[in-house]
């Protein structure tokens, strides 16, 4: 079984900076692909950050500039940077991994239960 445990979330002032962190652990073979979603209130689920296994990134254009994704591979972890937050970053945020349990299971994607993110002064 594998799960995601997502930490970091919390209230900040407008400016603000917050350091997202989600750990995957249990039983994995290698996981591929990470990233962050979130969803707003009243929003749909939107796509913020992906990572590949080998570091390559991608962003949503709405916080580029600001957030940065990286990935520690011998911890399982990825970590989200989230700098000069808005109000509109408001969110619940999850994170997500493809993962492999073993070396002969398919490629399956995994998600955390979610952290809430709240910018408000």
């Known amino acids: 079984q594998v799960q995601l445990v997502e930490s970091g979330g919390g209230l900040v002032q407008p400016g603000g900076s917050l350091r997202l962190s989600c750990e995957a652990s249990?039983?994995?073979?290698?996981?591929?692909?990470m990233g962050w979603y979130r969803r707003g209130p009243g929003k749909q689920r939107e796509l913020v950050a992906t990572?590949?296994?080998?570091?390559?990134?991608n962003c949503a254009d709405s916080v580029k500039g600001r957030f940065t994704i990286s990935r520690d591979n011998a911890k399982n972890t990825v970590y989200l940077q989230m700098n000069s937050l808005t109000p509109e970053d408001t969110a619940v945020y999850y994170c997500?991994?493809?993962?492999?349990?073993?070396?002969?299971?398919?490629?399956?994607?995994?998600w955390g239960q979610g952290t809430q993110v709240t910018v408000s002064s």
């Open positions: 990572i590949t296994s080998g570091g390559s990134t």
């Open positions: 249990g039983s994995i073979f290698r996981i591929y692909a």
């Open positions: 997500d991994a493809d993962i492999y349990v073993s070396r002969y299971s398919v490629l399956s994607r995994y």
